[in-house]
């Protein structure tokens, strides 16, 4: 069984969809055995509670210091002895403490098809405002392992979505979550708890 702990800092709509997956079978060997949110008004923490998830809510602001932050945020997550972090659209950067510890065991889903439109600054709206300003037909979503760099571990899976005429950088931010982010995301869990990712050299191979 693949326990994992999910991370949040907003609507939690990817935190939805792996929740939804677990119940309905299409994920399996996996527990949710925690929510963390920096954020006390993020809606995904009433995701949680309404699927009888635990969360716990931690953030840089009630602390002196980073520092004091990251190693609280670390013992936080210990507690909870994942197997996988799954960071599900949460906002504060992973010490580098943390992504040590676990490495190839923390994943995050991106709303871009990386290395287009990643990177520090590319998240939320931005990166949809800035593929459109681009001018791009094809733009898409990653779910990838991190590591001690913004967006650069290995790429687990990647799926296209079409830009449109008139799209504005909401309803593709929507389109792109549609079609490719709730869909990637679960299955992206549901390999790594069967053992159907392996990272070598640098790269995740996946087996079906
Ligand atoms: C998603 O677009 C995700 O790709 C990004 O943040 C957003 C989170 O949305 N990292 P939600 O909280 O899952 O609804």
């Not at 972090?85 to 943390?98: N, S, T």
């Amino acid at each position: 069984m693949l326990n994992i702990v999910v991370m949040v800092s907003g609507g939690g709509t990817n935190l939805q969809a792996v929740i939804d997956a677990v119940e309905s079978g299409e994920i399996t060997n996996t527990r949710i055995v925690g929510v963390i949110s920096n954020n006390k008004n993020a809606y995904a923490l009433e995701r949680a509670r309404k699927h009888g998830i635990k969360s716990r809510c931690i953030s840089p602001r009630d602390f002196a210091s980073r520092e004091e932050f990251n190693e609280n945020f670390i013992s936080a997550v210990d507690e909870w002895e994942p197997d996988l972090i799954v960071l599900a659209g949460f906002l504060v950067v992973i010490p580098p403490a943390m992504t040590k510890r676990y490495q190839n065991r923390i994943i995050n889903i991106h709303p871009s098809l990386i290395p287009a439109f990643c990177g520090t600054g590319f998240y939320g709206l931005k990166v949809h405002e800035a593929a459109l300003e681009r001018g791009v037909k094809v733009v898409g979503a990653t779910v990838h392992f991190v590591d001690e760099g913004t967006d650069t571990g290995p790429i687990i899976l990647q799926k296209a979505v079409e830009v449109e005429d008139g799209d504005t950088p909401e309803i593709l931010q929507k389109r792109v979550m549609e079609q490719a982010e709730w869909q990637i995301l679960p299955r992206a869990v549901d390999l790594i708890a069967n053992g159907k990712v392996e990272v070598r050299g640098g790269k995740a191979f996946v087996s079906r």
